[in-house]
């Protein structure tokens, strides 16, 4: 652990089980250093164990199936820098175990399905994102991977997806709306009647107007581009891809929005799409596509989602280090 930061910043990531947060956190990981970077989960703050929620039909997805009282004066203190005695929610048992103490850190990421719920939660991030499958992209996701390697039917995977609905629906689906940048990840628009899901269109919801927030732009800033990018710089198999950006209004909100829909067959050829756009955050030329080849293993590193995710990375860095540039000011001028 560092020593004790003069700042702690605060990350939400959002979103629902198995949407992609664990490998959004691995590459937060590899751009910050562990070191500075501390996660809590926020299923530790669950009120009622898995007997409880069973017994009163209540899902965790159910605000009453937490206890955002404790979230808010933890997450509160620890961005005081105080250390905290965080419950632990057993994800083997579904029982709470007894808390462990968790110190302040330079970074503190938050993650789960309600990190943007809790007004008060909310105003303590300093950077939010959410990371949304669209239902078509999440049955197939989750139906390879709980009939591959769980055994379950068809019918009963998909009775579980049908179950959460009306909870994610209303409670997880509209922080959204909050979120500085949403990852959305969709069905291929380049094969027709596709049900496979292998190919994706992701994109990039960047919200205007975010205190140092610049939004990555293709090309000309603020302009529609569609491209299709030259297929001797990138190699792309069927069906090829598509590029988009575009100025948009996404819950009421000036937003600009950037889109890959296709995979990348050699990912260090993502340096030719690196080349074209702009407000990326890299400290050098070809640092983006480094990071992204540093895991080629990473899931959705063949698609927008890994690139996406690289890019809200670098979007969080700069943000830390304009925030942790702003308080050291801030000391240096009340001490004279």
Not at 2 to 18: L, N
Not at 69 to 95: C, F, R, W
């Amino acid at each position: 652990m560092t020593s004790q930061p003069d700042r702690v910043v605060i990350i939400g990531v959002a979103g629902d089980s198995g949407c992609g947060k664990s490998t959004f956190l691995r590459r937060l990981a590899d751009l910050f250093g562990e070191e500075l970077l501390t996660v809590i989960c926020l299923d530790d703050y669950h009120s009622l164990d898995r007997k409880q929620r069973k017994e009163t039909g209540i899902t965790a997805l159910n605000p009453k199936a937490n206890n955002f009282d404790l979230m808010y004066e933890q997450v509160k203190a620890l961005k005081e820098g105080k250390s905290i005695e965080k419950p632990i929610y057993n994800h083997e048992t579904g029982m709470i175990d007894p808390p462990e103490t968790i110190r302040p850190n330079r970074i503190i990421v938050i993650e789960g399905l309600h990190p943007m719920y809790d007004e008060r939660v909310r105003s303590l991030l300093d950077f939010s994102v959410y990371l949304d499958i669209d239902d078509e992209v999440k049955i197939a996701w989750k139906i390879q991977r709980d009939m591959a390697e769980r055994g379950h039917r068809y019918e009963d995977v998909l009775a579980a997806i049908n179950s959460r609905r009306p909870d994610f629906n209303a409670y997880i689906d509209p922080q959204k709306a909050h979120a500085d940048v949403v990852i959305q990840v969709l069905p291929t628009n380049l094969i027709p009647n596709d049900t496979e899901r292998r190919v994706l269109r992701v994109r990039l919801i960047q919200k205007d107007d975010v205190e140092g927030l610049e939004p990555v732009y293709l090309f000309d800033e603020g302009s529609t581009i569609h491209w299709t990018p030259c297929g001797r710089k990138l190699t792309c198999s069927y069906p090829g891809m598509q590029m988009y950006y575009g100025p948009d209004a996404y819950y009421k909100n000036s937003v600009s929005i950037l889109e890959v829909d296709g995979q990348f067959d050699k990912l260090e050829e993502v340096i030719y799409i690196e080349s074209h756009l702009s407000n990326t955050s890299t400290k050098y030329y070809g640092e983006m596509t480094e990071l992204l080849l540093k895991h080629k293993e990473y899931p959705g590193s063949n698609n927008g989602t890994g690139l996406f995710q690289v890019l809200v990375g670098l979007k969080m860095r700069t943000t830390y280090e304009r925030l942790v540039s702003s308080g050291a000011q801030a000391k240096v001028a009340a001490s004279n």
